[in-house]
């Protein structure tokens, strides 16, 4: 899970620094190119190695009048065998130009799982503030998959924005990509909150926190009057469109979610965080990729990592953003993974007491709870 940069080391964000970012991811999920400059003024493109067509890598030749890389996680480039353990982006490159199909091979486990490497493939690691890892970045924000074609654009004159300009491309700074993920995190508003009564808790409400990017609302669902100032009873359960709605038998989330509710109703008060991260953090779409690739034999761990992504992508100032602004800065967490007492307590929430939150295997979902046990440290 890349480490959320803690809220003390990010600077200020200005208004016109993140709808850039916002704009660009906006762009990118469209499948066009953006122009993404770093700290020392050069300027180039990149866009997402999911919608990268034929075309694509040689508009973006034409564009800068330099040949694009492939540019991905090194956990992409460890799982090809390019690169030893390590973190941060890998740029890939041949000696003549990589072609639209090479780059979605390289990229997307789904293209060619054949696996085999073009003639001359060089995997060279990049520096965090480089234009290809904020274009990783942005598609990892963008929650497609963690890969981008990029070029920079060597013999522009002028400034960034012109060159932007002139090709009629949105510009962002690598810089604010890098910054964007703190921010949009620690600028949760409250928006909206209503009584809704829930079989088995019906004194409940619901409060929406939306974050200043407009992107997704994370709610926080109470039950009772639990007391502000005093430690909560608290899960933190991360979306599952499958578990939760459609009663998946691949996971244990549904069983998790409504088990919660009626913990805390019989225990009086609490609260239930309904954190917007599907899939660990990687989005619906690549969590469907990721249950092909585990049919295909692999764990939910390794599926993950074959896409390109960590294990676990996600990041826990959300909601602790949500407890304190709730009024709450200690917790009785019901939780079977370690990861979330510990970057629960790293982003200032103290958790006085795991109430463990286990439910039987189904029959179909013995090898994902036996894989968080073994690689994910969960306590059954
Ligand atoms: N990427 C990926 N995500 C999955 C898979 N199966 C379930 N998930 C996601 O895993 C997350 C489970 O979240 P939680 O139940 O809150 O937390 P947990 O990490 O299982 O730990 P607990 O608090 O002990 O339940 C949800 O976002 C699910 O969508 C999978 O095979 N791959
Ligand atoms: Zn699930």
């Not at 960034?160 to 508003?189: F, K, M, N, S």
């Not at 917007?276 to 779409?285: D, P, W, Y």
């Not at 407890?323 to 958790?351: D, H, S, W, Y």
């Amino acid at each position: 899970m890349p480490d959320a940069t803690p809220l003390e080391a990010a600077m200020p964000m200005d208004e016109a620094a993140m709808r850039a970012v916002d704009r660009a991811l906006a762009a990118m999920r469209r499948g066009e190119a953006v122009a993404i400059e770093t700290a020392d003024g050069s300027v180039g493109a990149a866009v997402s190695v999911e919608s990268v067509a034929i075309d694509a890598v040689q508009r973006l030749m034409q564009l800068t009048g330099a040949s694009p890389v492939l540019a991905v996680t090194r956990r992409r480039a460890m799982v090809l065998k390019l690169m030893e353990e390590g973190t941060g982006v890998v740029a890939l490159s041949l000696p003549r130009c990589l072609t639209a199909d090479e780059a979605h091979a390289l990229a997307d486990p789904e293209h060619r799982p054949d696996g085999n490497m073009p003639d001359g493939l060089t995997a060279t690691a990049m520096d965090p503030g480089s234009r290809e890892t904020a274009a990783v970045d942005l598609a990892r924000l963008a929650r497609l998959l963690p890969a981008a074609i990029v070029a920079p654009a060597p013999g522009h004159a002028g400034s960034a924005a012109a060159w932007a300009a002139e090709h009629d491309l949105l510009l962002v700074r690598a810089r604010d990509i890098a910054d964007y993920r703190v921010h949009v995190v620690r600028t949760l508003r409250r928006v909206a909150e209503a009584r809704v009564p829930l079989s088995g808790a019906e004194n409940t409400s619901i409060a929406a926190f939306r974050p200043i990017d407009g992107g997704p609302e994370h709610l926080a669902i109470i039950v009772g009057n639990p007391v502000e100032g005093e430690p909560v009873l608290a899960r933190l359960h991360s979306e599952c469109f499958t578990g939760d709605l459609l009663g998946s038998l691949r996971c244990d989330c549904g069983q998790q979610l409504r088990g919660a509710i009626a913990e805390i109703a019989r225990h009086g008060s609490g609260v239930l965080l309904y954190l917007a991260q599907e899939g660990r953090g990687i989005g619906l779409v690549n969590k469907l990729r990721a249950y092909r690739i585990q049919d295909r034999g692999f764990d939910t761990v390794d599926a993950n990592e074959i896409l390109g992504f960590e294990a676990d992508e996600r990041v826990y100032l959300p909601a602790a953003e949500m407890l304190r602004q709730l009024g709450f800065n200690a917790v009785r967490l019901m939780t079977n993974n370690p990861e979330k007492l510990r970057q629960l307590a790293r982003c200032g929430i103290e958790v006085v007491e795991r109430v463990p939150h286990i439910f039987p295997a189904n029959g179909h979902n013995e090898g994902y709870l036996r894989t968080k046990a073994e690689r994910s440290g969960h306590m059954f």
